[in-house]
């Protein structure tokens, strides 16, 4: 009777062990699902809710750096952000560098979206990703529409996510691609 209540101790200690070690793991984000909880401090020092910010609407988060590839889409993400911010999209870049260095190149480059200093590269692990840049765009109330991952200097990638966000917030097409070439 003791050795049968020992093994059965024991598969109870296994059965709620294995259950812990799962509800430790985080839910894999992916298109379809739900996106992850993740506060940033903005370029105010102020600290932002993902999930407030898709209360109000879609969010395209951009985990981004300042290299020399990320620098040339800037362009693009920052013309996303202007031709839908009235249709509803906040568009937030996550840089992985130092505050200093962040805090320049925004000044430099006259970034006006929302943004935040990430430098030790936490957002890269709470969205499961290595690759710089990636963008996520989520839809209200949180579901992942779509994950445009690396880096596209010819802004391809950007025209096409806009075209995602177009159809997000029922907005007209805006060719961003086009608008940054006429710039230039």
Do not use: H
């Not at 739900?34 to 401090?41: E, G, M, N, R």
């Amino acid at each position: 009777m003791t050795r049968l209540l020992s093994v059965a101790f024991g598969l109870c200690f296994a059965v709620t062990l294995v259950s812990a070690q799962e509800a430790v793991k985080p839910a894999k984000v992916a298109i379809g699902k739900q996106a992850p909880t993740f506060k940033f401090k903005d370029q105010s020092g102020k600290v932002i809710d993902l999930a407030d910010l898709l209360a109000k609407g879609p969010v395209l988060v951009r985990l981004t750096c300042g290299c020399s590839g990320c620098d040339k889409e800037l362009a693009y993400f920052q013309e996303i952000d202007k031709a839908y911010k009235k249709a509803g999209l906040t568009s937030v870049a996550i840089f992985r560098e130092p505050d200093a260095k962040v805090a320049k190149y925004a000044a430099d480059k006259k970034i006006n979206m929302l943004y935040g200093i990430d430098s030790k590269g936490a957002a890269w692990n709470v969205f499961q990703t290595k690759t710089m840049p990636t963008n996520f765009l989520i839809g209200k109330g949180g579901e992942i529409l779509a994950i445009a991952p690396g880096c596209d200097t010819s802004g391809l990638l950007a025209k096409k996510l806009a075209e995602r966000i177009a159809k997000t917030v029922n907005a007209p097409v805006v060719d961003v691609k086009a608008k940054v070439q006429q710039k230039k």
